[in-house]
């Protein structure tokens, strides 16, 4: 059975603890294989202080965080003071032994005074990522993600996007089965990228009356079948297609086309899960040109083919 141990700390909020708790500690009788085994765990065994007034006891210090097969640290209670000379040692002992490292939000601070992000790539909340590249300017931090996987560490940005990791390494481990029958049970969509941006500017038009730009949007998901170019949603949009690219970018955080094949992706599942209509038949149900994009987009979404997804979730 794979252990994971998560870290508790003084002052904590409970979110980032708790998605690693759902994740990882509850059981899951659905599946035939074992699951995780959890253990949170506090530098000093005995209570530690939460925000809110509450306080969590735990009997496991660092000796068993530092045993557990994956390490996470959810956060840090100061950025501004690095970890302490035992959570080090901890960490690098760890890390030296082949355990898998992950943080969620200001945890990353964690890591990179452990020394384990030197001249790698790692994320972290964008409010805290100009004060991680200051701290620790060894690390190429990358603000624009949601979580980035380097095999034995792995990072992510701000609180839920710690549950995008957590599925992730779900999917690493067990196959996107396994991740996406979690995330039902969590109701939270199965797959957000890594490579998301985790900072929308401006969700909204700035003037909520000009709903162009989400009218063309309704437009495109329902008429996925038909060829869909940038130029045809700015003129449905009465836009430039530069403009409308520009205020595309600033509502979504991704681009026209990006979009269009993340949601032509998600169309097919449901095509994949309830019909027997060949694959060729739903590539071209769902825009895509050819059963080769198709599959190619299909594998870069959702890491399997879906031929394999229609295996594992086709509904007889």
Known sequence: MHTVAVLAYQGMSVFETGIVTEVFGLPRP???FPWYELTICAETPGPVRLVGGATLHTEHGLDTFAAADTLIVPGVPDMRVGPSPELVAAIRAAHARGARIMSICSGAFALAGAG???GRRATTHWRYAE????RHPAVAVDADVLYIDLGDVLTSAGSAAGLDLCLHVIRRDHGPKAANLVARRLVVQPHRDGGQAQFIEAPMPDDP???RLSRSME?????LATPISVEILARRAHMSERTYLRHF???TGTTPIRWLISQRVHASLALLETTGTPIEEVAAAVGFESPVTFRHHFAQSMRTSPSAYRRAFHMS
């Open 249 to 251: 970018s600033r509502a």
């Open 30 to 32: 659905e599946f035939d």
């Open 131 to 134: 004060i991680l590249r200051r």
């Open 116 to 118: 384990l992000l030197d």
């Open 209 to 211: 009356a000009d709903d």
């Open 219 to 223: 437009w495109a998901l329902g008429n």
